[in-house]
């Protein structure tokens, strides 16, 4: 079992950065894949970025490349999403997941995902 708890959500103006957090215990987090997903209001929650567990391959959705960056430090079991130039759009719960392999081609469809966070609000107003 891996545990995750996101934080670092919250309001931020249209323009402005937000660094999310997810923190990982129990089994052995260095040798999952991580990801990040979204669920606008209304709307399914889709990919933002994923990571391998070396943090050597990233994947992004394309709405959210140039702007926001995945990284991990297995030291801290952490692993970030660095988000700048935030639009209204990107108003949404951002989930953090934990797969229970290093990676996999399929990381952008939350099935891949084994473990889940409680998701933290993240607020872009214009």
């Known amino acids: 079992q891996v545990q995750l708890v996101e934080s670092g959500g919250g309001l931020v103006q249209a323009g402005g950065s937000l660094r999310l957090s997810c923190a990982a215990s129990?089994?052995?987090?260095?040798?999952?894949?991580m990801g990040w997903f979204r669920q606008p209001p209304g709307k399914e929650r889709e990919f933002v970025a994923a990571i391998s567990w070396s943090g050597g391959r990233t994947d992004y959705a394309d709405s959210v490349k140039g702007r926001i960056t995945i990284s991990r430090d297995n030291a801290k079991n952490t692993v970030y999403l660095q988000m700048n130039s935030l639009k209204p759009e990107d108003t949404a719960v951002y989930y953090c997941?934990?797969?229970?392999?290093?990676?996999?081609?399929?990381?952008?469809?939350?099935?891949?995902?084994?473990?889940w966070g409680q998701g933290t609000q993240v607020t872009v107003s214009s």
């Open positions: 997941a934990a797969m229970a392999a290093s990676w996999r081609t399929e990381n952008r469809i939350p099935s891949s995902y084994a473990y």
């Open positions: 129990g089994r052995t987090f260095g040798t999952n894949a």
